[in-house]
């Protein structure tokens, strides 16, 4: 009896919040991206497929390509940045890794707005950037450093980045010294330790940090608004606008389901390469 | 008579269909060291978590002290068990460990005090109450781990190889130190082990387990001398184990042989003529002769001698069989290379039919 | 193995410029004479005063640590009694409960702040302090269920039985001797709840309500309307604070790798 309530109070919550708040919503989601949406902003409880239709729309494939190029470049800057800066870290001592450590995720304890504010202030057309160079006389016209493509990939590398250093860092720590040892006690240099050891035993923590990079960089709208300067567009502001400007849920649930549709893909492939979701903690 | 503490009927585990402890029946009394022996994986841990209610059997009953408790939950049982890995709380200091049982049946803090203190004195360790298991050594931690199981005052304490984590010199103290402690405290032991040293020299009886069953119950010197199987013969202690056919018989006795060699008397009715079976002879029990004696003897060449000290094994080439012999100190004559003739007395011959094995 | 330490230095050195860069210069605004964030002409404190007459801005700062406050604590306590039931509990849709409990983590943020959204909407739940609580606390657990999770991992496998051996039953086991275990899992899920719940834009701006603003979603409306500086002062104040906690756990973390010579 008292074993059976124990069951049931180990077990209950998680079963009633992950129905309740990840598996309904999205089956939700799901449904009225079938729906039609009214003139008022309502929905009629109809079946449709128009949305899905309306998705290979010129306007919206532009933009689907914009954003998968954008996530693609972010992610790839992130790897190039991290990956030099994560060896650096293992070269130093336990106690001074794990200070480094924890300062890069230090800023990241502020707001991710605050901080895209922050760029604001250092990169706009009068921002900190421009008068320090032009101070120095090093450009005689201020940069055009954001509300341009250039700004929107500076403000998400920066936000995404510490995704791309944590899993790689401890994916290169957990390297056996002796391992590089022997790597170099059995004549390899440098370049070949680094591609036919560190590489290959870093790869699921690359593509763990790939997926955590790429997929949030398809949705994080506000550092579009904030650093792109409402030009430009990516999915995640186009399932913004459908849900709370054009008021189009169907549609936008459909664009969602279509995001989530990437996403489910690349985690496939993923799992199917041997990937572990535990890993994607 | 001894009284039966714990009893096992008809006792049977399966995991995942797969049957594990196939229908035992074993009794186990009041005050003894018993030993279970037997390879990894032949269900030896099985029975010992039943016994403590860690698992259930899927057949059969188990009782202690004539209760049945093959539905009670661990905690109410009075059996304790020690862990392989010592499962000491890691965040509570050796006290807290220890008095850990009696705080979970509310006893009060000052009676806790002395019986803890009681307990420490028992396992030598008094002065390490505020340690924490980190702070311990491999040996010290076990007597932690003793002193917790013990404290509740158990009416079988169960032993889940206690010592393997250890090395050997320690393993040898802390044997010494698990048969002082079995005998003041007068409470029964079962102590799991797959390490027949461990076995015979600490143990009132052995069980030997194998593939589930109870191969053999005793004490250490009757299964050691006659064991019931050749598998008990040659996992308990060193033997040689030697082909042979039975070829002719009379009335009463019939011969022996050890490949075409060699023949022996033997007389026991139990075989006819032309089985295969097994002879076996501990290596203490053969001796050696530069000169052929009438029955049981074989020719060999002596192949390798090593002495520890207080032996010396002679490993000796019988037809391109070796043969070990055990000689007492260094009290022989015979160098590597040496021809010589084996001999044995008939009461250390163990014979088994290939049919008696499974 | 011989390593380039002159450019491992440099490296290390930019990214970090690089991490630290925006939020120095708030600080460094923060104390700014001049109105324009641009250059500085004059030390003063008189934002730090603005921002306590600015009620606004406290609003959404009270609200900000209410939410996180609270959804980390609720989270903490359902992710550590989940972690620990999902281990030790076989039940029918376990396997299904694993990996839904992986699509918060993995989705974009945005499909989870929709249909969030969605599904109040449909329940005809009003946005508001509570329903933007309990979106934190949707895409919390998860986090705190894996981090529970590897302290459960490395908690000695006996611990349990020996536990249940000597008498203890399984109320008292979790309470004396599994949730001591957990501890540094538990903490470090706790941690990651707060500072995502912190962290958040996406999801709060989609549900929260009129009477929920939170920082973000307040500089959010002003980034586009023209920021003052006491926002400046505010958002130092808060880094003074967090790195005050951060400066103990380090503190604390340092000198137990010191002691255990990792």
């Known amino acids: ?281 | 008579m001894k009284r039966v503490i714990v009893r096992l009927e008809d006792f049977g585990k399966s995991f995942f269909k797969k049957e594990v402890i196939k229908h035992i029946n074993l009794d186990i009394y009041e005050n003894e060291f018993i030993t279970l022996l037997g390879s990894s994986g032949c269900g030896k841990t099985t029975i010992l978590r039943s016994i403590s209610g860690l698992d259930k059997p899927t057949t059969g009953k188990v009782y202690i002290d004539e209760v049945d408790v093959t539905d009670m939950d661990p905690t109410k049982r009075e059996v304790n068990t020690i862990f392989q890995n010592y499962a000491l709380f890691p965040l509570m200091t050796v006290y807290d460990n220890i008095a850990f049982g009696l705080r979970m049946k509310k006893v009060d803090e000052e009676e806790i005090k002395t019986r803890v203190n009681e307990m420490l004195e028992l396992v030598h360790l008094t002065g390490y109450e505020k340690r924490f298991p980190r702070e311990l050594s491999g040996g010290e931690a076990q007597r932690v781990s003793l002193a917790r199981g013990l404290i509740n005052r158990p009416k079988v304490l169960l032993l889940d190889e206690p010592l393997s984590a250890l090395d050997l010199k320690l393993r040898k103290e802390m044997q010494i130190e698990l048969k002082r402690l079995q005998r003041k405290l007068k409470i029964t032991f079962i102590y799991v082990t797959h390490d027949q040293d461990e076995a015979l020299s600490m143990s009132n009886r052995i069980a030997v387990v194998r593939g589930g069953k109870i191969e053999q119950v005793g004490t250490p010197s009757y299964v050691y001398d006659h064991p019931s199987t050749l598998y008990v013969a040659t996992f308990v202690g060193e033997a040689n184990v030697f082909d042979a056919e039975v070829k002719k018989i009379n009335k009463e006795k019939k011969l022996l042989y050890l490949g075409d060699n060699f023949v022996s008397k033997y007389s026991k009715n139990k075989y006819s003529e032309g089985d295969k079976v097994k002879v076996v002879i501990r290596p203490e029990n053969i001796k050696i002769s530069r000169t052929l004696k009438k029955e049981n003897s074989l020719k060999g060449v002596v192949d390798e001698l090593i002495y520890d000290g207080s032996n010396t094994k002679l490993m000796v080439d019988v037809d391109g069989m070796i043969v070990k012999v055990l000689v007492f100190g260094n009290d022989h004559s015979y160098e590597v290379g040496d021809k010589l003739y084996l001999y044995w007395d008939n009461v250390d011959m163990n014979v088994f039919g290939e049919k008696d094995e499974r | 193995m011989k390593n380039n330490k002159v450019l491992d230095n440099i490296w290390l050195t930019l990214v970090f410029i690089f991490l630290f860069l925006p939020i120095a210069i708030l600080i460094i605004f923060s104390f700014n004479k001049s109105r324009l964030n641009i250059m500085f002409t004059g030390f003063t404190l008189d934002w730090y005063k603005e921002l306590f007459n600015n009620s606004v801005l406290l609003e959404a700062l009270i609200n900000t640590l209410i939410v996180a406050v609270i959804s980390t604590v609720i989270s903490t306590v359902i992710g550590t009694i989940s972690a620990y039931g999902l281990k030790k509990y076989d039940f029918k849709g376990k396997k299904l409960i694993n990996e839904l409990l992986y699509i918060p983590i993995v989705i974009p943020e945005i499909v989870l702040g929709i249909s969030l959204l969605c599904i109040y909407s449909f329940m005809k739940l009003e946005l508001g302090m509570f329903s933007l609580i309990l979106s934190h606390i949707a895409f919390s657990i998860p986090f705190v269920i894996i981090n529970v999770n590897s302290a459960i991992e490395s908690m000695s496998a006996n611990l349990e039985e020996a536990a249940a051996d000597l008498g203890a039953s399984k109320f008292k086991t979790f309470f004396h001797v599994v949730l001591p275990s957990l501890m540094p899992g538990i903490v470090s899920g706790a941690g990651l709840a707060f500072t995502l719940s912190l962290d958040d834009v996406v999801i709060s701006y989609f549900t929260a309500g009129p009477d929920s603003n939170t920082l973000p979603l307040q500089i959010f409306s002003m980034i586009k309307s023209g920021v003052t500086p006491d926002v400046n002062a505010l958002i130092t104040v808060l880094l003074l604070m967090i790195f005050t906690g951060i400066f103990i756990y380090m503190s604390i973390s340092l000198r137990r790798i010191k002691r255990e010579g990792v």
Not at chain 1, 8 to 22: G, R
Not at chain 1, 196 to 210: D, E, Q
């Open chain 1, 1 to 281: 009896m008292k074993d059976k309530l124990h069951k049931w109070l180990f077990t209950l919550p998680v079963t009633i919040y992950s129905i309740l708040l990840i598996l309904l919503p999205l089956v939700y989601i799901f449904i009225i991206s079938f729906f039609k949406s009214d003139s008022y902003g309502g929905m009629i409880t109809t079946f449709t497929l128009s949305n899905y239709i309306q998705l290979f729309d010129m306007v919206y494939m532009r933009i689907f390509m914009q954003s998968i190029i954008i996530a693609l470049v972010v992610t790839f800057i992130c790897i190039l940045i991290a990956y030099p800066f994560v060896l650096a870290i293992t070269h130093k001592n336990a106690r001074i890794q794990k200070i480094l450590i924890t300062l890069v995720m230090v800023p990241f304890l502020t707001n991710s707005l605050i901080r895209m504010y922050g760029f604001v202030v250092l990169l706009r057309k009068s921002g900190v950037v421009n008068t320090f160079l032009l101070g120095l006389g090093l450009t005689n016209n201020p940069l055009k450093l954001m509300y341009n493509n250039l700004g929107i990939i500076i403000g998400m590398v920066y936000t995404l980045l510490p995704f791309m250093i944590l899993p790689l860092y401890s994916s290169v720590s957990s390297i056996n010294k002796s391992l590089l040892e022997a790597a170099c006690d059995l004549g390899a240099n440098k370049r070949k330790t680094f591609f036919r050891v560190i590489l290959p035993f870093t790869k699921p923590a690359l593509f763990n940090g790939s997926l955590m990079v790429f997929t949030p960089a398809l949705g994080y709208f506000f550092i579009v608004d904030v650093l792109g300067g409402g030009k430009i567009m990516i999915l995640g502001n186009l399932i913004k606008n459908q849900f709370l400007t054009a008021r189009n849920w169907p549609f936008g649930a459909s664009i969602s389901v279509f995001l989530l549709l990437i996403t489910f893909i690349i985690i496939g492939i993923y799992r199917k390469t041997g990937g572990k979701l535990e890993d994607l903690g």
